[in-house]
């Protein structure tokens, strides 16, 4: 055997020895990665919201277009002033277009048809809820509120987000530690992170301007 292959042999078999050592690392690394626990973290806050969008509509019936226009006008005249008597500003309060039709059946009662709708777009949380009470008041005028409906909002749900984060993931944590108390192991890093979904609900129907806002996060730690 000359002399070039002995040092071609020798790069050879030094090659494998490195790629065994390395193989030998890397499924040794893997098989520490595949020792771990899942575990889920939760934060949960009551949150009074701070926008209400509360939308009111009615309906006008008349055989008269004129008729019509007049009633329109005075219902949404009487609802605005309701409003603004309570206690919001102008600003605050947006009227939609009619929505009409016409009846053209033989036997219909009424030839000419429109329905209205108002919304009060607010931060004045309290006053939409005691207000919206009190619309009973407005059949004294001849106004029939057909469907009355407030949506109670939290604004910046962002500001809420990084403590519930973080409480998430110190519950995720401690449920892993005690996992790893009771396997006689120890918690290692972080391998996987699932914030999760903020969730949002009415903490209950007599308070729906109260929310239930809720983070469930899903964390992976090594386990050593």
Do not use: C
């Amino acid at each position: 055997m000359n002399k070039n292959t002995k040092i071609i042999i020798g790069i050879i078999t030094g090659a494998i020895l490195i790629f065994g050592l390395l193989l030998s690392i890397s499924a040794k690394q893997f098989s520490n990665q595949g020792k771990y626990v899942e575990v889920k973290g939760l934060s949960e806050r009551i949150i009074k919201a701070d926008r209400a969008i509360w939308t009111m509509s009615f309906e006008v019936k008349s055989n008269d277009s004129s008729d019509l226009y007049r009633q329109i006008a005075r219902q949404v005249d009487g609802v605005t002033a309701f409003l603004t008597d309570a206690g919001f500003e102008s600003s605050e309060i947006n009227t939609s277009p009619a929505s009409t039709y016409q009846d053209t059946y033989q036997n219909a009662q009424y030839r000419y048809n429109a329905r209205m709708s108002l919304s009060v777009y607010t931060d004045k949380i309290d006053l939409v809820k005691e207000t919206s009470q009190q619309t009973l008041s407005l059949i004294e005028q001849g106004i029939v509120i057909n469907d009355s409906y407030t949506n109670y909002e939290i604004a910046d749900i962002n500001q809420y987000k990084p403590e519930m984060l973080q409480e998430a993931i110190a519950n995720a944590r401690l449920s892993a530690e005690q996992f790893a108390y009771d396997s006689g192991a120890r918690v290692g890093d972080i391998a996987r992170a699932n914030q999760g979904v903020f969730a949002i609900s009415e903490k209950d129907p007599a308070s729906p301007e109260m929310k239930k806002v809720r983070l469930v996060s899903t964390l992976r730690y090594l386990i050593n």
